[in-house]
């Protein structure tokens, strides 16, 4: 299965989001923690490219460090929902009758849940850590995943190559992880991508409500609070992470959008 | 709709699960006090049952740290969340219905692809964010509305609406992506279907054809879906409530869920996912009215 | 007798992997008042094409690419679109064909036709009503008073067309178009439909379009026949000269290639062998010509046009020539 090889701008930007938020240790120019560095409030400028903070402390660092939680936790959450996700619909494509009912209804009853509503829960049992909250935030999004799987494996398995494959005596379970997986891989990555978008919203608006990562530790949602806090004084605090947070979801949207246009156009081609 | 009573009896199962988190933060003494009067000490299953049961009787329990009947709380608050939410949903209607029409006059041209970059843009900000900007914008700025704070209707209507403008708006910006697309592309469905020609055949005039026939027809899958845009959008106002200070159940479940009372938790669940099933059967019996494709069980009785 | 409706060199294209190609090609035909003209061809013929061309429905990305369109005397090609709304539905009407999607399915039927009267005429709500029961009645639907606020889905398919036929004449037009109105009925439906627009036409004289690619029905049907193939009007003649003594091959080929009950069954059916051209891909010169069993070298290279052979029009060079061949026979 090859793709188009064309320039991908937004997977650009994904492919760039990701590697300078794992190389914020050696991008930032101050230590995000250091109280100090500069003059409270102070704007945008050379010395810091984002201002600084309430206490000091450099905003760019903070946006860098903060990049890295988000996107640990969105990604670490995105790799959970596909896999308890792709398992979810898989069992329940290939089984079929009152497996598959039981395992869809599940699937639609936890998808009617607000979001929010559903990780304010959570979190409020569990506690919200690092740790936490992509097992959260991965179990709310596998819903999705679990009916796209299922509809593709459902698709797959009615196709006429697994038909073949049958014919020959080919067994069940190493049917599905050879022939079947690397065909709905494409719509997974969609799927993955689409996921990660939500996954950085659902982490930032927790956060921005205070019941996601706390400080001393801040994610991009955390700064946005303390942010938000301060606004008659400073408004690039909340802005700078807003606008990052936004680009970040976005760029996640429209690669996963663009994945899915160049997926169907090369199905409606043959 | 089985789907949804489902769900309804899938989130009482997490307070439980909450409870269960209960267990782990209080000192071993105080815990074992206040395990036998909250009938923690009862198996899950029991507790659970007793909840529901006292639940569908109006009450919703006593909140463990204030100590005010759940109910009162839920009751004093819904009113603001009801308003904010029906803001929220009339506004979306409204950008939608000026935004669909637009974009499907030249399905293609400019102003669809640039109608159709709004809408991923939109649906790419965070709901708070877009409130932020609005904040930094109306109140710091420009000095022109009050950001904080809610005024009852029956108090002051002026001051009411004025506090409710930016919220609405937000909410609705974080809903109308989702309903424009997909009322957009009902739409266009409905615009190549042979019932269309015939109108253009009759030489109606367009405007005529996009809101007497075009529209009215793509109304009913989207009612479907606004219901669950709806869905979508109370995750939004829980958010929208707390930033902008508005005291509905919103932002009552997040004071419970700082500190992990349970009870305003559960009670505050069960109030929203209720709203979301309410909501969803209104605008089903709604789909019943504008398609009478629908209602045919009277009719059908009446012939047979 | 003045003719409703004149066409002339009418082209149509649509864009191919190699540019545009024409798929309605220089076609020019009459229909004089008050006649009923059956227009014949296979699917992929540009017989609907033409049908649209002449209510100008004809949307991106086909495209008329030239002639002339005169409705009782006025072009209509050239008029603004807004000009040209104003006739449509007024002086020219179409029926389609599948009746049971023509109709706004959550509209009541009557409402419809409500809605075309009063487009066409300023009249009150209560006299429109009263008029649409009385079309309801004439396209002979029963119970028209409450006929008239049915929904679509409460009506069978041969009612649903009678609807479309009063909708369409609810204007009054001079023309009407039928495009395989009646392909997707029973044929015991099919008959009574076509006889209802028979009826209609002669008490309003109507100038019909016919557009089938039943034989039967155009020759039951029509006074006049136009034979379509491949985007070109081949033929154009009556009823009884066309399917007595047809003139272009393409025509006599499909005339031989009918069955009924009649035929031998020991021998094989007379197909015409080979498939039409796409439209990407016509033939130089005559566009039957690889398929005809009397094709010259001539045919190969031009386009035959529209003559006069024994009475009617026929594109092809060898028209006279085969008719005296034949009628030796």
Redesign the interface.
């Known amino acids: 299965m090859k793709f188009k090889k064309k320039f991908s701008p937004s997977g650009f930007i994904v492919l760039a989001i990701m590697a300078i938020t794992l190389a914020a240790p050696i991008l930032s120019p101050y230590d995000p923690y250091a109280i100090g560095v500069g003059e409270p409030f102070v704007g945008p400028g050379w010395k810091h490219l984002m201002g600084t903070d309430d206490l000091g402390r450099d905003l760019l660092s903070r946006v860098l460090y903060g990049g890295r939680i988000t996107v640990f936790i969105a990604l670490a959450a995105t790799i959970i929902a596909l896999i308890i996700g792709t398992l979810w619909g898989m069992i329940a494509g290939v089984q079929r009758g009152w497996v598959d009912e039981i395992l869809m ?2 699937a ?3 998808m ?7 990780a ?8 919200a850590s690092v740790v936490s909250l992509p097992i959260v935030v991965g179990i709310l999004l596998s819903p999705t995943t679990a009916r796209m799987a299922r509809t593709a494996v459902v698709v797959e398995l009615a196709s006429d190559y697994v038909v073949a494959a049958k014919a020959t005596g080919l067994k069940k379970s190493r049917l599905i992880m050879t022939e079947v997986l690397p065909n709905i891989a494409p719509q997974l990555l969609v799927q993955l991508s689409i996921n990660a ?1 939500s996954a950085v ?1 659902i982490e ?2 927790l956060s ?4 996601g990562i706390q400080p001393p530790n801040a994610s991009w949602g955390t700064l ?1 609070l303390q942010g ?1 806090g301060k ?2 004084n400073t ?1 690039w605090f ?2 700078f992470p ?1 606008l990052v ?2 680009a970040t ?2 760029a996640f ?2 690669y996963g ?1 663009r994945i899915r246009v160049s997926l169907d156009s090369r199905k409606s081609s043959i | 709709m ?3 009573f ?2 309804i009896r ?2 009482p199962g ?2 439980v ?5 209960a267990a782990t933060e209080v000192t071993p003494e105080a815990l074992k006090a206040l395990r036998v009067e909250a009938g923690l000490d009862r198996s899950l299953l029991a507790q659970l049952f007793s909840w529901l049961s006292h639940a569908v009787r109006g009450d919703l329990g006593v909140s463990y740290i204030s100590q005010f009947p759940v109910t009162q709380l839920v009751g004093e608050r819904i009113p603001v969340t009801l308003e904010l939410t029906f803001f929220i949903i009339l506004l979306s209607c409204i950008f939608s219905l000026i935004l669909a029409p637009l974009s499907i006059l030249k399905p293609g041209g400019k102003l669809d692809r640039f109608i159709g970059s709004l809408t ?2 939109g ?7 877009t409130g ?2 609005f ?2 914008i109306f109140s ?1 700025t420009l000095q022109w509305l009050p950001s904080l704070g809610y005024v009852p209707i029956t108090e002051d209507l002026g001051k009411n609406l004025q506090l409710l403008i930016m919220p609405s708006i937000t909410g609705a910006l974080t809903a109308t992506p989702y309903l424009v697309r997909y009322l957009r592309a009902s739409m266009l469905e409905i615009k190549q279907s042979s019932f269309i020609r015939t109108a253009e055949g009759k030489g109606l005039s367009d405007s005529r054809i996009m809101f007497r026939h075009i529209l009215p027809n793509s109304l009913v899958p989207t009612l479907t879906m606004l219901g ?1 845009i709806v ?2 959008t ?3 106002v ?2 929208i409530e ?2 902008f200070g508005l005291p509905g159940i919103g932002s009552l ?2 004071e ?3 500190k ?1 009372d ?1 009870a305003i ?1 559960q009670g505050v ?1 069960l109030v ?2 209720s709203l ?1 099933i309410l909501t969803t059967l209104l605008f089903d019996i709604l789909c019943g009215i504008v398609d009478p494709r629908l209602r045919v069980t009277k009719e059908r009785q009446n012939e047979i | 007798m003045t003719s409703s409706l004149v066409v002339k060199n009418l082209s149509i294209s649509v864009p191919s992997s190699k540019g545009r190609v024409a798929v309605v090609d220089n076609v020019s035909f009459e229909i004089p008042a008050g006649k009923k003209v059956g227009m014949v061809g296979e699917s992929g013929s540009g017989k609907s094409l033409t049908a649209y061309a002449l209510m100008r429905l004809i949307k991106n990305p086909v495209s008329i690419d030239g002639g002339e369109i005169f409705l009782g005397g006025r072009e209509i090609l050239g008029l603004s679109p807004k000009d040209f709304r104003l006739l449509r539905g007024n002086e020219i009407s179409m029926i389609y064909q599948d009746p049971m999607s023509a109709l706004n399915p959550i509209m009541k039927v009557g409402q419809q036709i409500i809605e075309s009267i009063q487009l066409h005429s300023p009249v009150s709500k209560a006299i429109a009503r009263k008029t649409a029961i009385e079309l309801l009645a004439s396209v002979g639907i029963p119970e028209p008073e409450s006929r008239i606020d049915s929904f679509p889905f409460e009506m069978s398919g041969g009612m649903l067309q009678r609807v479309v036929i009063a909708i369409a004449l609810s204007g009054e037009p001079q023309v009407l178009i039928a495009d395989e109105a009646t392909t997707a009925l029973d044929v015991t439906t099919q008959d009574r439909v076509l006889t209802l627009i028979d009826k209609l036409a002669a008490e309003r004289g109507l100038s019909v379009l016919l557009i089938t690619h039943d034989l039967g029905v155009a020759a039951q049907f029509s006074d006049e026949i136009m034979v379509m193939y491949a985007g070109k009007l081949v033929e154009n003649g009556s009823v009884n000269q066309i399917f007595s003594n047809p003139a272009h091959p393409y025509t006599k080929a499909l005339l031989d290639s009918r069955c009924d009950y009649t035929i031998d069954v020991n021998k094989p059916i007379n197909s015409i062998a080979g498939q039409p051209p796409r439209p990407d891909n016509r033939p130089t010169g005559c566009v039957f010509s690889p398929r005809c069993a009397h094709v010259q070298d001539q045919c190969k290279t031009s386009v035959p046009p529209l003559t006069s052979s024994q009475g009617r029009l026929t594109a092809c060079f060898r028209a006279d020539e085969l008719f005296q061949v034949g009628s030796a026979n």
């Open positions: 209804r599940t639609d009853a936890t009617a849940i607000p979001q929010i509503l559903f304010l829960v959570c979190v409020a049992a569990v506690g978008a919203m930032a608006s921005f409500i205070g019941l946005m938000y606004l008659w408004y909340v802005l807003a947070v936004t979801i976005l949207n429209s959008e | 089985v789907l949804v489902l769900s899938v989130l997490d307070p699960l909450a409870r269960l988190g991923s843009i649906l790419s900000v965070p709901g708070f964010v932020i900007i904040i930094l710091l669950l869905g979508y109370l995750s939004g829980i958010v707390y930033m479940a997040i419970g869920a700082f992990r349970y938790i669940s929203i996912i979301f």
